[in-house]
């Protein structure tokens, strides 16, 4: 398997801690272009880098950026919740025409670690790393017309106030996003809100004819995410699709459970080991991009779970593996 490799070190830098990791064996599957080692700074609140390459989003990321590159020339590229900022760092490999990338995040102790990621790892670039609420960023800087918006953003919501859980993977604080935009009561029942939100608000920031790239966790029907684009006025279209890893279960799953239970439809989790067989038999190798994401979801049926059964065997045994599916689905302005 290969994974992220490099040197791991602790070093005490004024008040975060702070983690060194090398991700340039990984991305340079992809890039042979990348000519220095490429090390981030990660601490406690920037969302994690897992040691596997396919249990991070970044990967799928990457593949949709490169995928999106063939079809659109991206000259102003945004993250919104860019985290450490890794996903940052592969659109600016992925576009060659790139002139100016911004991440964004809430909490200005990931955006400085962000900063520093993002500068140290590119060149010939405008880099404008903003700190704040989805858009209010973009909004206040008067930064519009931008060719390519991804989002990453958190799904499960938490009425909570407290800032800990406001940098938590998986998490997001609901008065955020409740102020920001109309609702749908459906998506909000199948964890969809803050897709949702960043997918109806980002048409102000785009230019004509950009993209939206909405990273989704396939747990729910597949048909949603094409309702969700075209009901909100976009062109619709899957860049890529594949199978990984639940990380962070232990926030993820007892939330989803929670949330199945006043839902029509069960979610869709996947028993990891009889997926991975599965897509095995059929020849196919991590990150299992081959098929779309209908047909993928298909013929994993067989290793389809509830999200009440994924958490039940999460209770049972931590070290039970789930999956699912990703999606990185554009929306075009
Ligand atoms: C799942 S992490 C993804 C981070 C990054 N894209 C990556 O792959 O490393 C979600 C990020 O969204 C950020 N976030 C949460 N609520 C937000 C909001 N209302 N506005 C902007 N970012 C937010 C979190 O701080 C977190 O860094």
Redesign the pocket.
């Known amino acids: 398997m290969p994974d992220i490799s490099g040197e791991k070190f602790l070093i005490p830098s004024g008040f975060a801690l702070i983690m060194k990791k090398d991700i340039t064996t990984i991305l340079n599957q992809h890039f042979s272009q990348i000519d220095k080692p490429l090390v981030v700074d990660l601490i406690d ?3 994690s ?1 897992k040691d596997y390459m396919w249990d ?3 990967g799928f ?1 990457l593949l949709a950026f490169q995928n999106l590159a063939k079809k659109q020339n991206v000259e102003s590229f945004v ?6 900022g ?2 940052t760092i592969c659109a600016y490999h992925a576009f060659s025409g790139l002139k100016m990338l911004i991440g ?4 200005k102790v ?1 955006t400085d670690v962000m900063k520093r990621n993002i500068e140290c790892n590119t060149k010939n670039v405008q880099v404008k790393v903003l700190t ?3 858009y209010e960023p973009l909004r206040e800087t008067g930064i519009m017309n931008v060719d390519a918006i991804y989002e ?3 799904n499960i919501p938490e009425e909570t106030d407290t800032i800990k859980l ?2 938590a ?2 998490v ?2 609901s008065r ?2 409740s102020n920001a935009a109309p609702h749908s009561t459906f998506l909000q029942r199948y964890l969809l809100e ?1 897709h949702f939100i960043a997918l109806r608000l980002g048409r102000k920031f785009l230019s004509k004819g950009g993209s939206m790239i909405l990273s989704m966790g396939g747990r729910v029907p597949f048909d949603f995410f094409s309702r969700m684009v075209l009901e909100s006025g976009y062109g619709y279209e899957e860049l890529v699709a594949g199978f990984k890893l639940q990380t962070e279960p232990w926030e993820v799953l007892p939330a989803y459970a929670e949330a199945e239970k006043s839902n029509e439809k069960e979610f869709d989790f996947y028993d990891y080991e009889q997926a991975i067989g599965i897509l095995d038999d059929l020849g196919q190798k991590p990150p299992f991009t081959k098929y779309d994401g209908n047909l993928l979801k298909e013929l994993l049926d067989k290793a389809r779970i509830s999200a009440v059964e994924a958490y039940r065997r999460y209770q049972q045994d931590p070290n039970a593996r789930v999956g699912h599916t990703v999606h990185m689905i554009r929306a075009i302005y």
Not at 79 to 84: D, N
Not at 104 to 107: E, L, P, V
């Open positions: 609140e920037t969302y880098v991070n989003w970044f990321a993250s919104i919740g860019a985290g450490p890794i996903d964004t995040d809430i909490d990931i704040g609420n989805l990453n953003l958190p406001n940098r993977a998986s997001y604080r955020d996003f803050s």
